[in-house]
């Protein structure tokens, strides 16, 4: 597999793995209220392909932010149904997280599931609301600082465009 940065051509197949490993309609899910309008930051989103071109898993990234605090938003992650198992999830996280780290982010969050993001340093924001109706314990976060979370409570915020 080959890791690449996301680019334009590469958009509407990356759409369509990720309407493939998501239920329908996952555009209404309360992060995409986050991400209208709103570019990805385009050094962080990351595409793998085989040795053939084929497309076998995506991350993207978004700003947003918590008590004016600038926040990575990571999602969607995805990996496509027959490349599961071979660690392409774990590589694009671990990678993409380290670029952030180089990039002088701060901090990241996602809604995910505690029982597999944990392994990647993510725990449960307990002060942190998304908009509704996201489930409470699957809002994660991770310091790519430390102490980078401390102290910091609120509702996540669209990121400002001014």
Known sequence: MELRKE????WWE??????????????????????DDVAPISNLC??????LGI???????????VADHPVLLLGPVAVHPTRQGEGLGGLLMNES??????????RVMLVGDYAYYQRFGFSKLEHVTMP???????????????????????????????
């Open 46 to 51: 990351l595409v793998a392909r085989d040795t």
């Open 97 to 106: 997280l380290a670029q952030a780290k180089a990039d002088d982010w701060e």
């Open 132 to 162: 509704p109706p996201t489930n409470p314990d699957r809002v994660l976060g991770r310091a790519l600082v430390d102490g980078a979370w401390d102290g910091i409570s609120g509702t996540v915020q669209k990121k400002s465009l001014f």
């Open 7 to 10: 680019t334009k051509d590469d």
């Open 55 to 65: 497309l076998g898993g995506a991350v993207r990234y978004w700003e947003v932010s």
């Open 14 to 35: 990356v759409e369509a793995l990720f309407d493939l490993c998501f239920a329908p309609g996952r555009e209404a899910l309360s992060s995409y209220r986050l991400r």
